[in-house]
């Protein structure tokens, strides 16, 4: 069934039933002909239409009733409130209500709607006549009321409606109120402010908006309310009046109009010491342009008042504070011979009205922006003396009937404007120069008169864009030209993401970011264009992934942008409208990339690694802008977007290698795209440092061969060019009394070791174990301790004692001193289970009395005069024979850090694990603990020797039922303990 639109929706209506339309346009569409010639595809357009018809007739008649409800709906005037209301075209039948001065009003039905806003604080109850069903209104005026009442309200002021529309019927106080474009406004009493102070923010807050849609605004001031209107088209200029108030109307009208000069004062001005920049005659600034077009882009087509849409546009300065010359005045006609008139503005605008615009008050909006600025420097630096404006937009005129300059000069858009200043004096043209270069502009001194260029910009404001080598100003295109810039219906009015047009006109060679323009971006056939400052950024970060880890003297590989940005006409002829990147280019949104061939290898080369980067690398950037990525690998390039919901898709069959599958490929780029977002992929700064400074971890093995890292022997290196903190020695008091008991502890692990096999040799074995509990120094650092750190290595890989945690999902880790936590992690698999930990444990923890007379006992491998690796190597190891799932058990991010080693290998490089699993007591602190080590982990390791990606772990609470340890927990770890050494214990009740 069509849907019927409510009175107070039809905008939202508007928007389905577009929907609608566009899903059965789209369905014909996909039936057309693809890739055929011209006389083909005729013949078969003509056939499918036939079966189109055939076969889809409800489908078509749907699509009439949905033309015929949005030529119905498609009259809606949307208000400020956002409502939209459906006005009465056929007035035959309700009386006079006519719109008696041409305001552009419309009659609106208020049954039912009375409670509705027409902007944020004022309803239709409160503007409507009390006596009649029906209203007119206009939203542009409904938008000054509720802007004053903005401005008003942060002083704790209220604005009331004293009248507003009225019928004839209701004897209003202005005729202005029977066109809905009035009312009669006043402040409520209690405040502090005056109705002049009310009748000044009017003016400026509802001149200028007035002004945007060419018309004057009118003021008749009472003794404690001021009636606002917006003129009628037919009148000329603004009014102002008053009856029974303070002024009268000539002293009311001279402070109106000097409110208006204050309107227009700018809010903000930049810095322009007496040390900025001045230029003498003939010179220019750019200085390294030669024409005002190379510095601000050349004008499209002269904008002519026959030009409307394009002479709308330009603005009319309105303004005393700046003089306008004015020379054509006198003229006989203006504009053409059939206009017949000039309009003198030397003292004041006639009026706002396109007919009533005087060419050299017409401008650029952001000609206008310049000019505010400069007339208020030239006043504050030079008080009594004004800018003046001799020529701003030109046109033809009696004597110049061509205009007084060029076909292609910039006045003709009204982007240029000669100036000089009222006194006169030709000494003051340098500062003045300065002022408009300080402003932004193209400046040219030109002896007796400064001439300033402007770029096109879109509103009074400019809108700056940020890229990362640029900032681009939104404009608006020429009206001839808007056709090739159209969006498509569903992004008209989307409000997720801007989508603002740029001038590329002499900008081509601009870098917008780093090794790419905007002629890389830009339609080659399109003078505008749109891009999105993230696919730059994107852009930039695939081109720095791609060549971040060449070696010196390799060379710079550039990606080309074969397309970026494309005009509607030319997205049309190259995509059908089922194609993923249809309407993608059209918004800025999408780039379609590539190697030059020339330059690379293409086998090693191509678009499965550029897919790849722009994968790991956009992903996750557009991802923190609330969008998604799309990526279509094609044989000889790839596409790349922004979009709304992730794609992945192969757009011909030979872009993949042989054996591999569309779907293979779509699934491996949506993993690759969570891993980049969570931060798991390796991949670090500087490669060639990653993987000199890498120490992998590895498994037991009797080839084992220690080597010290590139850390350490730079170290080495570093200090015996330095003095060291620490000196290591062995011939220190304890080392020369501990020695028998260090002896006795090689000789007990040595016993059991030689009870197995030992597949390296003996000697070796044997050498490496003196050198790591025979040897000692109280250092932790130096000769000494990375001579410990290799012996126990050594020892450690080549022992034929192993861990017994290859089976997976079993391997737990604790931080030591922790015995609750330790009860937990020992349930299944810890390192308190491995004989290897069996072996070295007791040794390592072995007591000795320094003087046999006396009791006192001390630990051999004490950690603050003779610090053993052990244990750290033998967590490494451990987490090296893990699989499977790994848990960690830790009570705080202290513990956690003192975890790192093995958690660094079970997250790193041990590519048998599969998940690690965290149980803390303090979750969120240990997550930061975790990602921040993934952060360093991932930037500065060697892929060569890791896993790709960092191992899926999780961070939880621990399991419910862990609590402080009992008073039981004591016995029945001493119980433990007697049964811990259990391999000790089976080989001497064999061998003893």
Not at 909 to 935: C, M, R, W, Y
Request: charged share 25%.
């Amino acid at each position: 069934q069509v849907r019927q639109p409510s009175q107070a929706h039809g905008r939202n209506n508007r928007q389905v039933l577009t929907s609608d339309l566009r899903r059965l346009v789209s369905v014909f569409r996909q039936t057309l002909p693809v890739g055929d010639s011209t006389a083909e595809k005729a013949l078969k357009t003509g056939s499918r239409w036939r079966t189109f018809f055939t076969h889809n007739i409800r489908m078509l008649r749907e699509v009439l009733q949905v033309f015929a409800l949005i030529a119905v709906t498609h009259a809606g005037v949307l208000f400020p409130s956002g409502e939209t209301l459906e006005p009465i075209t056929d007035l035959s039948i309700l009386g006079q209500l006519q719109d008696p001065k041409n305001t552009g009003s419309q009659v609106y039905d208020s049954q039912g709607i009375e409670d509705t806003r027409l902007s944020l604080n004022f309803f239709v109850s409160a503007f409507k006549s009390p006596t009649s069903r029906y209203f007119r209104a206009h939203p542009t005026f409904i938008t000054c009321l509720q802007k004053t009442y903005n401005i008003l309200r942060r002083d704790n002021e209220w604005v009331d409606i004293a009248e507003g529309y009225r019928t004839a019927a209701d004897n209003p106080t202005d005729v202005y109120l029977q066109t809905g474009a009035a009312a009669v406004i006043r402040l409520r009493a209690g405040g502090s402010k005056s109705v002049q102070d009310l009748t000044a923010v009017v003016i400026e807050i509802c001149v200028p908006i007035f002004q945007e849609i060419q018309r004057d605004i009118g003021l008749v001031l009472y003794g404690d309310r001021v009636l606002v209107r917006l003129q009628g088209q037919d009148e000329a200029g603004p009014h102002f009046s008053a009856s029974g108030a303070a002024m009268d109307t000539a002293a009311f009208s001279t402070w109106a109009w000097g409110q208006i000069d204050s309107t227009y004062e700018p809010l903000s001005l930049p810095t322009c010491d007496q040390n900025a920049r001045t230029l003498s005659s003939g010179e220019t600034y750019p200085p390294d342009v030669t024409t005002p077009e190379e510095a601000v882009g050349a004008i499209d087509y002269p904008v002519t008042r026959d030009k409307l849409e394009d002479f709308k546009r330009l603005t009319q300065y309105p303004a005393n504070n700046i003089i306008f010359e004015n020379e054509e005045r006198s003229r006989a006609w203006c504009g053409s011979q059939a206009r017949g008139r000039c309009v003198d503005c030397s003292t004041k605008i006639l009026g706002s009205t396109l007919e009533n615009r005087c060419a050299d008050r017409v401008m650029t909006k952001r000609l206008m922006y310049v000019l505010r600025k400069v007339q208020k420097m030239v006043r504050d630096e030079f008080p009594g003396v004004k800018l003046k404006v001799r020529e701003a937009w030109d046109e033809p005129h009696e004597g110049a009937p061509t205009g007084d300059h060029p076909a292609d000069s910039l006045h003709h858009e009204g982007r240029a404007a000669e100036l000089t200043l009222s006194d006169g004096d030709a000494g003051k043209l340098p500062r003045l120069a300065a002022f408009c270069i300080c402003v932004g502009a193209f400046v040219q001194h030109k002896g007796d008169r400064i001439f300033i260029a402007v770029r096109k910009q879109k509103g009074f404001t400019p809108t700056f864009v940020e890229f990362p080598s640029a900032t681009l100003i939104e404009v608006t295109p020429p009206a001839d030209e808007e056709g090739k810039y159209t969006l498509p219906d569903q992004y008209t009015n989307y409000d997720k993401t801007p989508m603002p047009l740029y001038d590329s006109d002499h900008q081509e060679f601009k870098k917008v970011g780093a090794n790419v323009t905007i002629g890389d971006f830009k339609d080659p056939s399109a003078r505008y264009f749109r891009l999105s400052p993230a696919l730059v950024q994107c852009y930039q970060a695939l081109a720095t992934r791609d060549n971040k880890w060449n070696r010196a003297g390799e060379t710079y590989r550039h990606i080309k942008v074969l397309e970026g940005y494309l005009s509607t006409e030319n997205q049309d002829s190259l995509f059908n409208v089922s194609d993923p990147r249809y309407d993608r280019h059209n918004l800025g949104w999408a780039m379609r990339v590539a190697y030059d061939e020339a330059e690379v290898d293409p086998e090693k080369f191509g678009p499965l690694r550029l897919a790849r980067f722009a994968v790991t690398k956009c992903g996750p950037l557009f991802t923190r802008k609330k969008d998604s990525i799309g990526v279509g690998l094609y044989q000889d390039s790839v596409f790349v977007d922004i979009r709304e919901e992730t794609a992945f898709w192969v757009g011909e069959p030979d872009a993949l290698p042989v054996n591999v599958t569309a779907e293979d490929w779509q699934d491996e780029m949506a993993m690759l795209l969570q891993y980049s977002i969570d931060g798991r992929i390796i991949e670090p700064d500087s490669l060639e440092r990653a993987c000199l400074f890498s120490d992998p971890p590895a498994r037991q093995s009797p080839w084992f061969e220690h080597r010290h890292s590139e850390a350490v022997q730079r170290r080495r290196r570093r200090r015996q060019a330095e003095q060291s903190t620490c000196e290591s020695r062995d011939d220190t008091d304890f080392c020369i009394k501990s020695k028998p008991h260090r002896d006795e502890q090689v000789e007990v692990i040595w016993k059991e070791v030689t009870r197995k096999h030992l597949y390296r040799e003996e000697r070796e074995v044997r050498a490496a174990l003196e050198g790591c509990l025979g040897a000692c120094g109280p250092c932790s650092e130096g000769e000494n301790w990375d001579d410990k750190m290799q012996n126990c290595n050594n020892f450690m890989h080549w022992v034929n004692f192993g861990f017994l945690n290859d089976e997976p999902d079993v391997t737990n880790f604790w931080a030591r001193g922790n015995h609750d936590l330790k009860t937990h992690a020992c349930r299944d698999h810890c390192i308190v289970k491995a004989p290897l930990f069996s072996l070295l444990a007791p040794s390592v923890e072995q007591l000795y009395r320094p003087d046999p007379k006396r009791s006192v006992q001390e630990e051999i491998y004490n950690m603050a005069i003779n610090p053993l690796p052990v244990m750290e190597i033998m967590q490494r190891i451990y987490a090296a024979h893990a699989s499977g799932k790994v848990t960690f058990w830790v009570k705080d991010k202290a513990e956690m850090q003192s975890l790192r080693t093995p958690l660094k290998v079970a997250l790193l490089f041990n590519k048998a694990v599969t998940e690690v699993v965290i149980h803390a007591a303090d979750p969120p602190a240990v997550e930061g603990v975790v990602q921040s080590l993934v952060f360093e982990w991932t930037k500065s390791s060697c892929p060569d020797h890791t896993r790709e990606f960092i191992t899926p772990f999780s961070v939880q609470p621990l399991p419910a039922g862990i609590v402080k340890r009992s008073p039981e927990f004591d016995i029945r770890e001493e119980m433990l303990e007697r049964h811990r050494n259990w391999e000790q214990d089976w080989i001497k009740s064999h061998f003893n």
